[in-house]
């Protein structure tokens, strides 16, 4: 049956925010990522799985990682707790940008990216390297004419593609996962794997049967400057992420100087000091 509500007692029901069961005025829904954030009180990182960046736990599957403590603490901050919406990394981005995630696992800096989403302070320094088998290495050398015309091991969708598409007449093999091209590396199907030494360590220290070690950097010709193996951390690009921004760049910048960030890096074995070398001083923005 079709019931009717008096004009004025209507409005003031509108007005009030309770017609309905629960109806709520256009005003009250959240249209900043700071405001989202602190209304549903999470905060959804998209991930892929990189440790010692961002994992699970294999016996409790809880996530951990340096970024998810970083982001965790930074989540309470906001009255907010993490949420994780676990994804391949090339998906990770996209998600970000179409806003159905909050933020990235720290990344590289490229124009590309920077086009769909905006970029927080820098947080971390990275260093890519090339790895090799252990036992059997098919690249000796870390210089271009020792990788030239090799299978090279890469993640999809990360910086290193670019690098290893640079090496002249190389066999580039994309993995879904920094796990999955080690393997490919012990297994000896590929001849190195293009990654951050962070990634090559912290496997290692893990799992000791694989068959991977550093040979070196990654040839200066084929490197990405300097100030672009920089960890940033992803959000949705525009106004939308404003406020969020200048909240998670003051969070940053304290705590990489009053000590909380190298002690969560020290939980993971990343107590070299060159990871947070002038990054306390860095600018807010890519420069």
Do not use: C
């Not at 249209?31 to 602190?38: I, P």
């Amino acid at each position: 049956m079709n019931r009717s509500i008096p004009i004025g007692i209507s409005t003031a029901l509108v007005a009030a925010g309770v017609l309905a069961g629960g109806f709520r005025s256009p005003a009250a829904i959240p249209n900043t990522l700071l405001a989202k954030v602190k209304h549903t009180h999470q905060l959804v990182i998209a991930e892929s799985a990189f440790a010692p960046q961002d994992f699970q736990n294999p016996k409790t599957k809880r996530w951990t990682g340096y970024d998810v403590g970083i982001l965790r603490a930074f989540a309470k901050t906001l009255g907010a707790h993490l949420k994780v919406d676990a994804l391949p990394f090339a998906s990770s981005i996209e998600a970000v940008a179409s806003k159905r995630a909050d933020i990235t696992i720290d990344i590289y800096y490229t124009k590309a990216r920077a086009r769909v989403i905006s970029f927080s302070r820098p947080m971390l320094n990275y260093n890519d390297v090339v790895a090799v088998n252990s036992v059997h290495p098919k690249v000796t050398k870390d210089i271009l004419p020792a990788l030239k015309g090799k299978r090279i091991a890469v993640v999809v969708g990360s910086e290193e593609v670019s690098e290893a598409n640079a090496i002249p007449n190389a066999t580039v093999k994309e993995y879904g996962s920094v796990a999955e091209s080690f393997l490919a590396l012990s297994s000896g199907r590929v001849a190195a794997d293009l990654q951050p030494d962070t990634d090559v360590a912290w496997a290692k220290k893990q799992n000791k049967s694989l068959k991977i070690k550093i040979l070196g950097p990654v040839p200066k010709k084929i490197a990405p400057p300097i100030k672009s193996l920089r960890g940033y951390y992803g959000v949705p690009k525009g106004p939308y992420s404003h406020t969020f921004l200048l909240k998670l760049n003051a969070f940053l910048k304290k705590i990489a100087k009053n000590g909380v960030e190298q002690r969560i890096l020290d939980q993971y074995g990343m107590k070299n000091p060159v990871f947070l070398k002038g990054i306390a001083n860095a600018p807010n923005v890519y420069k």
